[in-house]
Each structure stands twice: as C-alpha cells, then as structure tokens.
Nanobody
Framework: QLQFVESGGGLVQPGGSLRLSCVAS????????VGWFRQAPGKEREGVSC????????YYTDSVKGRFTISKDDAKNTVYLQMNNLKPEDTAVYLC???????????????????WGKGTLVTVSS
C-alpha cells in the first residue's frame, strides 16, 4: 500500500526558502503522478503543484508560479517542493498525495488524489 511521509517544514522569514520532501513507500512512483497540497487554518485544502509520471511535466497554481519548483528523484522514490521567496500567505500544512494517472490534471483537486501523508507545517513569519 502506497504511503507518503512529508518533511522539511519549519519557521522561515518572509523572502526565505525551504525544500519539502515527500518520500513514498509501499510502491514505486514510476507510474503515478504526485501532487503537493496545502491547508491553512480555517481554509480548504488547495492544490499547489503536481508532477506527472509520464513525462515529468508540471503544474503550479497561479499563486506559486515562479517561486516554487517541484521535482522528483525516482531512485529515492521522493518528490520535492523547492519553495523560494516565501510569503506569509504561504503558511500552511503541506501534504503530498498520489494521482493514479500518468498526467497531472488542471485544476488540481484534492478529490482526485489519495494516499495522503500527514503533512509538514510551514510557517512564514518575521
């Protein structure tokens, strides 16, 4: 059974950077796309980015374009989210999940994903 464990969150000042990791176990990610989501207190879960298994094409929500970069290391069964120029509005719990398909979808809806990790907290504050 596919499971994810996220890590890399923490407290960072506005303008700072963090790199999140999403490690998969129980199955290879060769045939599955993986998405990063975030959920701020009192808000709905929001799709942030996705990377496709077929061609490593990527999807980003508008608010993170140019600041976040998703990548994967198949040998480590890990997907990363490099977050630069962080803003206070990026504060949230960040989670990863699997899309049982070869291509990311637009929009990135939580209902299309499964095998959710527990998340890692990112706090952007001075």
């Amino acid at each position: 059974q596919l499971q994810f464990v996220e890590s890399g969150g923490g407290l960072v000042q506005p303008g700072g950077s963090l790199r999140l990791s999403c490690v998969a176990s129980g199955s290879t990610l060769d045939y599955y796309s993986v998405g990063w989501f975030r959920q701020a207190p009192g808000k709905e879960r929001e799709g942030v980015s996705c990377i496709s298994s077929s061609d490593s094409s990527t999807y980003y929500t508008d608010s993170v374009k140019g600041r976040f970069t998703i990548s994967k290391d198949d040998a480590k069964n890990t997907v990363y989210l490099q977050m630069n120029n962080l803003k206070p509005e990026d504060t949230a719990v960040y989670l990863c999940a699997v899309l049982y398909g070869s291509l990311c979808l637009d929009p990135q809806l939580p209902s299309d994903y499964s095998a959710w990790g527990k998340g890692t907290l990112v706090t952007v504050s001075s």
